[in-house]
């Protein structure tokens, strides 16, 4: 079993900047795709970032130009850069990885770490 564990959060004012971790205990890492969620306050959970075993990255629109996702195989930790932060960017924001096999993905979620973006 993949544990995950995010840290990073906490209370950032409006125009600021964040990075968040998430620390992996799979020795397969390096092959995993690798995802960061978020979750606002009433709202549903949404696809931030995306980064391949090739280090390919996807972003949503909402935080293009913003965010960046980035993946330190030596260390089995991915990170989230989150700059020019909005209050919308409040959430849980959640580490995910996918290990892609032939017959089947193995899915793993860390416990989210809260981002708290004050205006």
């Known amino acids: 079993q993949v544990q995950l564990i995010e840290s990073g959060g906490g209370l950032v004012q409006a125009g600021g900047s964040l990075i968040l971790s998430c620390a992996a205990s799979?020795?397969?890492?390096?092959?995993?795709?690798m995802y960061w969620h978020r979750q606002g306050p009433g709202k549903e959970r949404e696809l931030v970032a995306r980064?391949?075993?090739?280090?390919?990255?996807m972003y949503a629109d909402a935080v293009k130009g913003r965010f960046t996702i980035s993946r330190d195989n030596a260390e089995n930790t991915v990170y989230l850069e989150m700059n020019s932060l909005k209050p919308d960017d409040t959430a849980v924001y959640y580490c995910?990885?996918?290990?892609?096999?032939?017959?089947?993905?193995?899915?793993?979620w860390g416990q989210g770490t809260q981002v708290t973006v004050s205006s």
């Open positions: 980064i391949t075993n090739s280090r390919t990255t």
């Open positions: 995910h990885a996918r290990r892609v096999l032939p017959l089947r993905n193995l899915d793993f």
């Open positions: 799979g020795r397969t890492f390096s092959s995993y795709y």
